[in-house]
């Protein structure tokens, strides 16, 4: 049992670091929240039913500017789309557990949590690698929920003249850069951009989900390109 | 707004937690296509990007491309910050600050 606890603990101190940038991601979607118009106890329920901060914060986004449900529920769901690959990579590594776990562990999974368990996997693997995903996965989902919390209390201080929603696309930039990791994420980001302006006109906000659609086609057909000329053909 | 947001919640999050899901209980069963792996690869860049540059051409819901948008100048300064950072709080810093500067002034 002494080593399950040890594994748990490495899992959380690995993820420590990280916590310090999820504080003020978590206590923007707070602030976000309250300003676009929703109670405080919605705005802490809405990060303790969907945990997935760039989804939230999208669909906040769209609250403030007069989305219908469906896009909103939409765009969403493609923001989060990427929580397959992760559960497909952790998968072998949490295979010796019981489905209730199993369930548990997904509720938890989120971007940070992958990264770190699975970069530590592949480099030495714990005596329990479940153990220490619990660890890490763990740590950042309640730093999450405080955090929001403490966002939803302070825009209570905040007047709404301050702007404060801008905010919200000032940490998606955040997120966006690391995701530009070679040219075809590149062409992917500027297409799915410049889609978006060019559609901003569409009802519904639409155009998000177009353009995120076309960007995504777009660095498919850019990848594509880049490894014919790789491959000399 | 109250109950409708709710039922809202439930969706977004009863789909997201499916997603989580798939594969930890699917292992071995399904195999991940090739294409959709590929695909989900460019989801965060084309969203992120989708969510970003419309915020900062139209910042009351009209495109506005002139000097006078303190959210495109502001935005620019706050991307520059995010690229070489990566932090959340400079950012934000960077992007709000010089926005209240420029309509002070």
Same mark, same amino acid.
């Given at each position: 049992? $002494?080593?399950? =606890?040890?594994?748990?603990?490495?899992?959380?101190?690995?993820?420590?670091?990280?916590?310090?940038?999820?504080?003020?991601?978590?206590?923007?979607?707070?602030?976000?929240?309250?300003?676009?118009?929703?109670?405080?106890?919605?705005?802490?329920?809405?990060?303790?039913?969907?945990?997935?901060?760039?989804?939230?914060?999208?669909?906040?986004?769209?609250?403030?500017?007069?989305?219908?449900?469906? /896009?909103?529920?939409?765009?969403?769901?493609?923001?989060?789309?990427?929580?397959?690959?992760?559960?497909?990579?952790?998968?072998? =590594?949490?295979?010796?557990?019981?489905?209730?776990? $199993?369930?548990? =562990?997904?509720?938890?999974?989120?971007?940070?949590?992958?990264?770190?368990?699975?970069?530590?996997?592949?480099?030495?693997?714990?005596?329990?690698?479940?153990?220490?995903?619990?660890?890490?996965?763990?740590?950042?989902?309640?730093?999450?929920? &405080?955090?929001?919390?403490?966002?939803?209390?302070?825009?209570?201080?905040?007047?709404?003249?301050?702007?404060?929603?801008?905010?919200?696309?000032?940490?998606?930039?955040?997120?966006?850069?690391?995701?530009?990791?070679?040219?075809?994420?590149?062409?992917?980001?500027?297409?799915?951009?410049? &889609?978006?302006?060019?559609?901003?006109?569409?009802?519904?906000?639409?155009?998000?989900?177009?353009?995120?659609?076309?960007?995504?086609?777009?660095?498919?057909?850019?990848?594509?390109? /880049?490894?014919? $000329?790789?491959?000399?053909? | 707004?109250?109950?409708?947001?709710?039922?809202?919640?439930?969706?977004? @999050? *009863?789909?997201?937690?499916? *997603?989580?899901?798939?594969?930890?209980?699917?292992? !071995?069963?399904?195999?991940?296509?090739?294409?959709?792996?590929?695909?989900?690869?460019?989801?965060?860049?084309?969203?992120?990007?989708? *969510?970003?540059?419309?915020?900062?051409?139209?910042? %009351?819901?009209?495109?506005?491309?002139?000097? !006078?948008?303190?959210?495109?100048? %502001?935005?620019?300064? @706050? %991307?520059?910050?995010?690229?070489?950072?990566?932090?959340?709080?400079?950012?934000?810093?960077? @992007?709000?600050?010089?926005?209240?500067?420029?309509?002070?002034?």
């Amino acid at each position: 049992m $002494k080593d399950v =606890y040890q594994d748990v603990i490495a899992g959380a101190r690995a993820m420590t670091p990280i916590l310090l940038g999820v504080v003020p991601f978590a206590m923007v979607t707070g602030v976000a929240a309250v300003s676009v118009g929703l109670t405080p106890v919605e705005a802490v329920g809405m990060s303790a039913i969907v945990y997935a901060g760039a989804a939230q914060l999208a669909v906040l986004q769209l609250m403030g500017s007069g989305g219908i449900w469906i /896009v909103m529920v939409l765009t969403a769901w493609i923001i989060n789309l990427r929580f397959t690959m992760y559960s497909a990579s952790l998968a072998p =590594y949490l295979q010796k557990l019981s489905l209730r776990w $199993k369930g548990l =562990y997904a509720y938890i999974l989120s971007d940070q949590a992958f990264a770190v368990s699975i970069s530590r996997f592949n480099d030495d693997e714990p005596a329990h690698p479940q153990w220490f995903y619990f660890g890490a996965a763990s740590s950042i989902r309640a730093t999450w929920q &405080v955090s929001t919390v403490a966002g939803v209390i302070l825009s209570a201080q905040i007047p709404k003249s301050w702007g404060l929603d801008f905010a919200v696309p000032l940490t998606f930039m955040v997120l966006m850069f690391p995701a530009l990791k070679d040219r075809p994420s590149v062409i992917a980001a500027l297409v799915g951009g410049g &889609v978006a302006v060019l559609a901003k006109g569409l009802p519904y906000n639409l155009g998000l989900v177009l353009a995120a659609l076309m960007g995504i086609a777009a660095g498919l057909i850019a990848e594509n390109i /880049v490894n014919k $000329k790789r491959t000399g053909s | 707004m109250t109950q409708s947001s709710w039922l809202l919640f439930l969706a977004i @999050g *009863l789909g997201t937690y499916l *997603l989580r899901c798939s594969f930890i209980y699917l292992f !071995g069963r399904v195999d991940m296509s090739g294409w959709l792996q590929r695909a989900l690869k460019y989801v965060p860049a084309a969203v992120l990007a989708a *969510l970003v540059f419309p915020a900062l051409t139209h910042p %009351a819901g009209v495109l506005d491309l002139s000097l !006078g948008n303190a959210r495109l100048l %502001a935005g620019i300064a @706050g %991307a520059l910050v995010a690229w070489r950072t990566r932090n959340v709080l400079l950012t934000i810093l960077t @992007g709000m600050g010089l926005v209240w500067l420029l309509q002070a002034l």
